[in-house]
């Protein structure tokens, strides 16, 4: 087989899906090269392989905003980013919410141009913020396969903190608010009182 002689090995590296030997194997993901001549000539391949168990020890999803109810999402999108196909999942969330799916789609949410709406056929939904891969460099034969992974959470949990501020914020103004009226008219009574004392006085001469 020949290739384009231009080309670096790098530029025709692949990363494949998810996939098993056998029935009874552990899924396993490659990554494999062509080693190619001086002359374009394809003289053989190099790969390595990564055990999806592996992979999974590694999205640690209790670091997420959702602790234990939450998950990593690895999968491919080959549309740019509207969709992606499962790799792999770590923790509780995904299971939870989206069975055996093996594609999810994303959607911007209004005003919040890092976080996104995961949401599948079934029409669950849950929220989550996407760490692509540059896999591939631009204008090489498998640029159009985006990896990411995508933290999942539920929208109460990512939105917990922030309300908590919101409540604490409305409560302090509020209680701010408060604290001046009242020091207001504390203050009104103390300037005011002589006052009121002259002219009663005066009204009784």
Excluded: C
Excluded at 26 to 41: H, M, Q, R, W
Excluded at 61 to 81: K, T
Excluded at 118 to 136: K, N, R, T
């Amino acid at each position: 087989a020949r290739v384009h002689t231009g080309g670096q090995s790098a530029d025709f590296g692949y990363w494949s899906d998810r996939f098993s030997l056998s029935a009874n194997d552990i899924g396993i993901i490659t990554y494999s090269v062509p080693l190619i001549a001086a002359d374009g000539s394809v003289i053989g391949v190099f790969g390595v392989e990564i055990s999806e168990n592996q992979l999974v020890s590694k999205m640690r999803y209790s670091n997420l905003s959702g602790g234990q109810n939450a998950s990593y999402f690895l999968g491919i999108s080959s549309d740019g980013g509207q969709t992606y196909r499962r790799v792999s999942t770590s923790g509780p969330l995904f299971k939870y919410r989206f069975g055996n799916a093996k594609t999810v789609s994303v959607t911007n949410m209004a005003h919040r141009h890092d976080i996104y709406m995961i949401h599948s056929d079934g029409g669950e939904q849950v929220v989550g913020a996407i760490y692509p891969f540059d896999l591939y460099k631009l204008n090489t034969p498998f640029y159009n396969d985006r990896w990411a992974v995508i933290g999942m959470v539920e929208q109460n949990d990512l939105l917990q903190f922030s309300n908590k501020i919101k409540t604490l914020a409305y409560i302090s103004f509020f209680f701010s608010l408060f604290l001046g009226m009242a020091g207001m008219l504390m203050i009104g009574k103390m300037v005011t009182a002589p006052i009121n004392s002259l002219v009663t006085s005066l009204k009784q001469s």
